[in-house]
């Protein structure tokens, strides 16, 4: 069945950086893009980018661009999540997550979530 | 940025009872490129409805999804205990895919 087992939490400084992993399983990873959401504590869902893991290709909100780095790794079928020059705004939980199937870009299979927390 | 504004915030019902959630959104979405997840606290959102009406493998079939151009609807028929949760909506017609603030449903 499909898995994806993301990396666990992370607590990082003001102004440093952290790096997501996310890995897949029972699936053919390179077929199918992924997206990265976070969720902030209390907050509603934030779609950050999507990779596709074929080729490299990537598209990131505009609001995160810059700061925002999303890799694949077929060799490992691992896909990565690297943000930068973090603030207390980028507190949240983040999730990688699986377009469900080749008809459409929605994803349906999702990571356990991965707790990120920036505080000095 | 195509922004998507559901309603209501918040709404009360018991179980039983049919829910009809409202997703807005700020301009005509391409091909009903428009998905629906329900999240429960402290899981990972669940894909529910994708291509506004197509219900995702294992949803029951009181779930279902309708609307097309800029306003979508997910209807619960018949509320199960399990179903209070937060409802999102989400476009994939151009970049950012943003989702909408949330519908709490919660038990009356």
């Known amino acids: 069945q499909v898995q994806l087992v993301q990396s666990g939490v992370e607590l990082k400084k003001p102004g440093a950086s952290v790096k997501v992993s996310c890995k897949a399983s029972?699936?053919?990873?390179?077929?199918?893009?992924l997206h990265w959401v976070r969720q902030a504590p209390g907050q509603g869902l934030e779609w950050m980018g999507w990779i596709s893991p074929s080729n490299g290709h990537t598209i990131y909100t505009q609001k995160l661009q810059g700061r925002l780095t999303m890799t694949a790794d077929t060799s490992t079928s691992t896909a990565y999540m690297e943000l930068r020059s973090l603030t207390s705004d980028d507190t949240a939980v983040y999730y990688c997550?699986?377009?469900?199937?080749?008809?459409?870009?929605?994803?349906?299979?999702w990571g356990q979530g991965t707790l990120v927390t920036v505080s000095s | 940025e195509i922004v998507l504004t559901q309603s209501p915030g918040t709404m009360s019902l018991s179980p039983g009872e049919r829910a009809t959630l409202s997703c807005r959104a700020s301009?005509?979405?391409?091909?009903?490129?428009l998905a629906w997840y329900q999240q429960k606290p402290g899981q990972a959102p669940r894909l529910l409805i994708y291509g506004a009406s197509i219900r995702a493998t294992g949803i029951p079939d009181r779930f279902s999804g309708s609307g097309s151009g800029a306003d979508f609807t997910l209807t619960i028929t018949s509320l199960e205990p399990e179903d209070f949760a937060v409802y999102y909506c989400q476009h994939f017609t151009t970049s950012p895919y943003t989702f909408g603030q949330g519908t709490k449903l919660e038990i009356k």
């Open positions: 301009q005509s979405l391409t091909s009903n490129y």
């Open positions: 029972g699936y053919p990873f390179p077929i199918y893009g």
């Open positions: 997550a699986r377009v469900v199937n080749s008809l459409t870009t929605a994803p349906g299979y």
